[in-house]
């Protein structure tokens, strides 16, 4: 029997409430209300989705604070779509994007003061990160240029290129300088949209976004490349004795055993066997 998972119900729930107060405050349009309630929907469904896959039966502490974050997203998604076709309301985007970015802070000290750290949550934050920054660069286009899409589009195109190229499939290990330069580009891209500084300068501003973007994902395009035979060959022909025994009482599965299905991405970082690298340290797999 399936369970009723409520958080991502309540999530579309407010969501709708949230629509309806922007059409009766500052208006909204059919593309905002079309843009709204497809992302509400598809929120719900795929939360819904990764909540079962996961095992979870109510959001964590830190993931309703990534719902509220998210429900904020859904706002100014549905505005962005609407300015298309009329003046958007500016102040206010920029407001309901830089509650979003702040509380892209409280998420992540909520569940280390918690103790509720999950694949789910880490996964959850990073995509709605990701769908802000898109949303973003195609409200920006039309005035900076159209190459601003390729800072929202880089995420999406490094995942669809893991569909097609199986060494870049393999787990990243944790680093902090992917987190801020995360950030960096909702800053500046909301910074962008608020007209805050001249044009010129903008676009300056907005290019050294892209490079460290740019360099983040080469950075760790070419980690996996160096390490892509590694990863197979632990994986595939590593005995067993070489992985390193799961913590009694975790919740993923031994390393023994993930070694022995072929596959060690459901492991914690921490747990993963430890290969040496050349020139590059240690990588885990």
């Known amino acids: 029997m399936?369970?009723?998972?409520?958080?991502?119900?309540?999530?579309?729930?407010?969501?709708?409430?949230?629509?309806?107060?922007?059409?009766?405050?500052?208006g909204l349009g059919a593309a905002g209300w079309a843009a709204g309630l497809a992302y509400g929907?598809?929120?719900?469904?795929?939360?819904?989705?990764?909540?079962?896959?996961?095992?979870?039966?109510?959001?964590?502490?830190?993931?309703?604070?990534?719902?509220?974050?998210?429900?904020?997203?859904g706002a100014v998604t549905a505005l962005a779509a609407d300015s298309f076709g009329r003046s958007a309301p500016i102040t206010l985007m920029v407001v309901l994007t830089s509650v979003a970015l702040a509380l892209d802070a409280v998420d992540g000290y909520t569940a280390r003061r918690t103790g509720t750290t999950?694949?789910?949550?880490?996964?959850?934050?990073?995509?709605?990160?990701?769908?802000?920054?898109?949303?973003?660069?195609?409200?920006?286009?039309p005035s900076v240029g159209g190459w601003v899409l390729a800072i929202g589009a880089m995420r999406y195109v490094f995942v669809a290129a893991s569909w097609v190229l199986g060494w870049m499939r393999g787990s990243l290990p944790p680093r902090y300088w992917r987190k801020v330069v995360a950030a960096i580009q909702g800053v500046v891209l909301t910074v962008a949209m608020g007209d805050a500084l001249p044009g010129p300068l903008t676009t300056v501003v907005l290019l050294a976004s892209l490079a460290l973007?740019?360099?983040?994902?080469?950075?760790?395009?070419?980690?996996?490349?160096?390490?892509?035979?590694?990863?197979?060959?632990?994986?595939?022909?590593?005995?067993?004795?070489?992985?390193?025994?799961?913590?009694?009482?975790?919740?993923?599965?031994?390393?023994?055993?993930?070694?022995?299905?072929?596959?060690?991405?459901?492991?914690?970082?921490?747990?993963?066997?430890?290969?040496?690298?050349?020139?590059?340290?240690?990588?885990?797999?």
């Open 2 to 26: 399936s369970t009723v998972r409520t958080g991502p119900v309540i999530g579309l729930l407010v969501q709708i409430v949230l629509l309806a107060v922007l059409a009766e405050t500052v």
């Open 213 to 285: 973007l740019v360099e983040s994902f080469g950075r760790d395009v070419a980690w996996l490349w160096t390490t892509r035979h590694l990863r197979h060959t632990v994986v595939h022909d590593a005995p067993v004795a070489m992985v390193h025994a799961s913590p009694v009482g975790h919740s993923a599965p031994s390393a023994a055993a993930a070694l022995g299905s072929g596959r060690t991405d459901a492991l914690p970082w921490s747990d993963r066997p430890t290969v040496a690298v050349a020139r590059r340290g240690i990588a885990r797999v």
């Open 118 to 141: 999950s694949e789910l949550g880490a996964r959850f934050d990073m995509e709605i990160d990701s769908f802000l920054v898109l949303v973003l660069c195609l409200h920006v286009a």
């Open 41 to 73: 929907v598809a929120l719900c469904a795929l939360l819904s989705r990764g909540m079962s896959r996961s095992g979870a039966a109510a959001l964590s502490p830190a993931d309703r604070v990534t719902l509220s974050r998210a429900v904020l997203v």
